[in-house]
């Protein structure tokens, strides 16, 4: 009866305490979404470099707003400036694009700000749906990158229904957040699938060996954006044909964006 005792008493204890840890790691997860929710409307007032990685080595952009969308001008080749006859090349062909962006209609200039922002709109719509499509939970804190971060694990929340095709996927992934403690800024995040995920209408599916990660740093006290992202896509088309893609990318030298390349 004792030992009996005792069980009944742990559990009656634990309740509580299980339920606050699920509370906390709810509130910490609202908070890192709304702080990404203003880093989200922030982002379009900066330009930035951006190197791409693949098998080929690697690229790297000017990444400039340029009358409401971005312009990538390539400026170094696998770790090297561009020649100076390439680089005028490149300036060049920035400043052709300016000046059509300048003179184009006002139909021209929705449709393409209609567009990335479309881009925009779906990448925060993912965003939007963790607190939906996962169930959190806190296993600790500990140093990363000088900050002191809560440890969330992410697992699928049974009967989520995701609101679009891009969203589907998060139905058969799992991941891990490191969230600064302070800011409640995501410092990084990793995910990846855990079991085959159909997506409807595309006659395709996403297997297990699809994973991402993404990390931010703050570029004003306020503000944090992407230092590195990478992904690594594995799918079937068709349900037949296999199709594997990576993409590794990383940015820095955040800057408010010059007054020449507004709109």
Known sequence: M???????????????????AREDAASIVQKSIAANKRDWAAAPQF????????????????????FGSPYERLIAENGHPLSA?????????????????????????????????????RDHTMMEQLTSAFD?????????????????????????????????VLTGMQGTLWIDKDSFQWVKVEAHVIHPVTIEGFLAKVERGTKFELEKIPVTPDI???????????????FVFSKHSQEDDTFSNYHKRQPEAAD
Do not use: C
């Open 224 to 238: 944090w954006l992407p230092s590195h992202f990478s992904m690594k896509s594995n799918a079937k088309v068709f």
């Open 85 to 121: 006859s390439r680089a005028a090349q490149a300036q060049k062909k920035f400043e052709q694009e300016v000046a059509k962006r300048r003179h184009e209609s006002p139909s021209e200039r929705s449709a393409r700000i209609a567009k990335y922002e479309a881009e925009r709109k």
């Open 47 to 66: 330009d930035y470099t951006e190197l791409d990685r693949d098998e080929n080595g690697t690229k790297t952009y000017a990444v400039t707003t340029v």
């Open 2 to 20: 004792r030992a009996e005792w005792a069980l009944t008493a742990a559990i009656v204890l634990l309740v509580p305490i299980l339920t606050l």
């Open 136 to 168: 959190f939970q806190l296993t600790g804190e500990q140093k990363m990158k000088g900050h002191t971060v809560y440890v969330l694990t992410a697992t699928p929340r049974k009967g989520y229904k995701p609101p679009d095709r891009d969203s589907e």
